[in-house]
C-alpha cells in the first residue's frame, strides 16, 4: 500500500501565500505522477495541478493558473504546490494524490487517474 501525506497547510490573510509539501511511502518516487486536489466547504473535489514522474510535464488548471505553481523534488521524494496571492475562496483542505499516471497539458485533470491519496491539509485565507 502506498502512503501519501501532506503538509503545510494553515491559515493566512488573504494576498499571503503557503507551500504545500507532499510526499509518499515508495523510495521510487520518481515513477509516480503528483497532483493536487482541493475540496472547498459546500462544493465537490476540484482539480488544481499535476506534475509527472519526472517533472517534464505539467499541467494546471485556469482557475489557479499564476497564482499556483506545482514543482517536485525526486532526490528528496517531495513534492510542492506553492500558493501565492491567496484568497478567501482558496480556503479548502488540500489534498495530494500520486499514481502511475500521465500528467498531460491537454488532458483534462481527473480524480479517477490517482489512486492513492493523503489525508489533507486544510488551508484558511482570511482577514
Known amino acids: 500500500q502506498l502512503q501519501v501525506e501532506e503538509s503545510g497547510g494553515g491559515s493566512v490573510q488573504p494576498g499571503g501565500s503557503l507551500r504545500l509539501s507532499c510526499t509518499t511511502s515508495?523510495?521510487?518516487?520518481?515513477?509516480?505522477?503528483i497532483a493536487w486536489f482541493r475540496r472547498a466547504p459546500g462544493k465537490g473535489r476540484e482539480a488544481l495541478s499535476c506534475i509527472s514522474a519526472r517533472g517534464g510535464s505539467i499541467n494546471t488548471v485556469d482557475s489557479v493558473k499564476g497564482r499556483f505553481t506545482i514543482s517536485r523534488d525526486n532526490a528528496k521524494k517531495m513534492a510542492y504546490l506553492q500558493m501565492d496571492n491567496l484568497r478567501p475562496e482558496d480556503t479548502a483542505v488540500y489534498y495530494c494524490a500520486a499514481d502511475m499516471t500521465p500528467c498531460l497539458p491537454a488532458r483534462v485533470l481527473s480524480a479517477e487517474d490517482y489512486g492513492h491519496w493523503g489525508q489533507g491539509t486544510q488551508v484558511t485565507v482570511s482577514s
Open positions: 515508495a523510495i521510487s518516487f520518481d515513477v509516480y505522477a
